[in-house]
């Protein structure tokens, strides 16, 4: 596994031999992990933006977050901090796996 992106509230990496072809991630929040597809990676980036677009306009805080993978439905609690640092875990890993992608894609080591 490679590291990816971590903050205080987790961190994510690149599973390099996976069971699973589509599993190229996981994600790991205290001491639960999730292993995720490139699909599942963007889904939850909308998601968590729904969630702190939602909040802001509607001042609405959310408690939980729910995600389906391909294994399990994920269940996410959150508070305002946390709904923060679980959008800068999932933006710094989206970005680090396209910056990743546009290095190989330029032959760029």
């Not at 269940?75 to 710094?92: A, S």
Request: aromatic letters at 10%; proline letters at 1%.
């Amino acid at each position: 596994m490679e590291l990816l992106y971590q903050n205080e509230y987790g961190a994510s990496y690149a599973l390099e031999n996976s069971f699973d072809s589509e599993i190229k991630f996981q994600i790991v929040i205290g001491s639960v992990g999730m292993f995720l597809t490139q699909k599942d990676i963007d889904e939850l980036q909308d998601l968590v933006q729904d969630c702190k677009t939602e909040s802001l306009r509607n001042k609405k805080n959310y408690d939980t977050i729910w995600k389906h993978t391909c294994f399990a439905d994920v269940r996410i609690k959150l508070n305002q901090p946390l709904l923060h640092l679980l959008e800068d875990l999932v933006n710094g890993t989206h970005f680090v796996i396209n910056m990743n992608a546009t290095l190989r894609k330029n032959k760029i080591n």
